[in-house]
């Protein structure tokens, strides 16, 4: 018989329910390869020559597979490959669960995400248990019950690595019953009896058996409930209360914190701490290059229904936007223990290209293209994402202008520093000033300058093809002027929604 059909998601189960009794439609030597089986038995799982691992060995195994390929262990992780990276792959290669420590925006919960890439694509589980036992090992009551009846006919469905991963944000209302479990009282009131194990509603945690649970901000949670993950991380079992329960998990934790939450708002109790194996420390990007990939990958906004398509966002705006957002994790006017997100350098990106988009929808433009006339739009955008220090109340906006006007400066120097800007500043001196702003066209634009000796190097020094667009061309020629203008070359008198140079 055909094969299954694919399913059309990661996150999406086999299809055809499996009954006791079943046959197999297809087997596969492991886990991993593919299309999952459907409709086997437990006597099919054994056949195949299935092995049973545990959690962490499935990490360790895939990971040092991929690592002997030279493969990606760690996808869209930018600048972590020679300081975090390598502590977490010498934790998970130890087996140890790990809590991550970092800043605001540093990429800790998405760091925890592609842990769940280095599980078996495929793992078997017995069919419709709650806290997903291996068919080989089964500890549920329920499980135990039904391998004793039915015995290698036992149903098995196949799960995603995509679904064995949980993840809990933790918030001062979280119970012990939402991470553990708690008596779930529809059960006692069709009949059982309230000692029986099938009465317990199962928390999270052990809902995420044989796969990796996260704990988001884990200073967060009271105290009283972090008590409750000690045997998780120690004894590898939980306890329900009320009865005589412990059931063995195999599962790995993993949790984020903020440090300033991590010693003062909030704290991870110090048994806590000594049980987990590897603490981590996250960072903001340590180079100029690293931000600039982030940016990139980051800050995609998707354009896919709109008339003008995806906007043009300038390599050298994309400097801009890298150098602000390092240069306020600098300021001493900032508050630095709270941390300047990596979130702030994509939203900021984000708006300097729906700027372009709106200058192109108000005035016919074919094109949006992102000019340094639409920078002014950063400023009011990331204001809320930064805290000042108290003593600079009142004066956020200005500070944060002050930075955006030295990244401009910053950037030109980078890219068109020795390059002869003689003929433009000369075209100004022969004809007057310009006037620009965010809803001049860039081919209106590029007719008011005119002609401009030099244009040629200019745009050859930020990688532009001249030929592309008159866009491009208008964004290059407003970096050239704002850097003459912030080096005192050249005057600049900004009016609302106006922008004129050489006035």
Not at 36 to 64: C, F, K, Y
Request: proline letters at 7%; one cysteine or more; a negative charge.
């Amino acid at each position: 018989m055909a094969d299954p059909p694919a399913p059309h998601s990661p996150s999406t189960p086999p299809t055809n329910p499996i009954t006791v009794g079943s046959t197999a439609r297809k087997t596969t030597d492991a886990p991993g390869s593919g299309t999952p089986p459907t409709e086997i038995t437990l006597a099919d799982l054994r056949r195949s020559g299935h092995r049973q691992r545990s959690v962490r060995a499935e990490l360790r195994g895939n990971l040092l597979a991929r690592m002997r390929a030279d493969e990606t262990r760690f996808p869209g992780i930018v600048g972590f490959d020679d300081t975090v990276l390598p502590q977490v792959e010498r934790a998970l290669l130890a087996g140890h669960d790990i809590v991550f420590l970092g800043e605001r925006g540093q990429g800790k919960t998405r760091l925890i995400r592609t842990l769940v890439g280095l599980l078996d694509e495929w793992s078997p589980a017995v069919a419709g248990c709650e806290i997903n036992d291996h068919p080989y090992a089964p500890v549920c009551g329920r499980c135990r019950l039904l391998l004793a009846e039915v015995g290698e006919r036992l149903p098995i469905a196949w799960r995603h690595r995509s679904e064995r991963f949980g993840e809990k944000l933790a918030t001062p209302d979280t119970s012990v019953g939402d991470l553990i479990g708690d008596v779930d009282p529809v059960k006692v009131a069709e009949g059982r009896t309230l000692g029986d194990p099938e009465t317990v509603h199962y928390g999270l945690v052990p809902r995420t058996n044989r796969g990796i649970f996260s704990i988001n901000e884990l200073p967060d949670l009271a105290e009283r409930i972090q008590v409750s993950l000690l045997n998780v991380l120690e004894e590898r079992d939980i306890q329900v209360r009320g009865y005589m329960l412990r059931l063995p998990l195999d599962i790995l934790l993993v949790a984020s914190a903020n440090p300033e939450d991590y010693t003062n708002r909030g704290r991870i109790i110090t048994p806590l701490k000594d049980r987990f194996g590897a603490e981590v420390r996250t960072h903001y990007p340590l180079r100029l290059d690293d931000e600039l990939r982030l940016i990139r990958q980051e800050a995609v906004v998707s354009w896919a229904d709109s008339p003008l398509g995806r906007p043009e966002l300038p390599d050298h705006l994309i400097e801009v936007v890298a150098r602000f957002t390092r240069a306020v994790r600098d300021a001493p006017q900032v508050d630095q223990r709270s941390g300047v997100s990596a979130r702030l350098a994509v939203a900021a990106a984000e708006t300097v290209a729906a700027s372009a988009v709106r200058r192109a929808a108000l005035t016919g433009e074919d094109t949006a293209t992102a000019r340094v006339v639409d920078l002014a739009a950063i400023v009011p955008a990331v204001r809320g994402k930064v805290e000042f220090d108290q003593l600079e109340e009142g004066r956020e906006d200005e500070v944060l202008a002050l930075l955006l006007r030295r990244a401009i400066a910053e950037t030109f120097r980078a890219k068109l520093a020795g390059t002869d800007l003689s003929g433009l500043q000369q075209r100004f001196e022969r004809d007057g000033a310009v006037e620009t702003g965010d809803l001049v066209p860039a081919a209106e634009l590029l007719r008011r300058i005119g002609p401009v000796p030099g244009l040629a190097a200019i745009l050859n020094r930020l990688d532009i093809d001249g030929a592309e667009s008159p866009g491009l061309a208008a964004a290059a020629l407003e970096l050239a002027m704002e850097g003459l203008h912030l080096n005192r070359r050249l005057a600049k008198e900004e009016l609302p929604g106006r922008t004129v140079y050489g006035g």
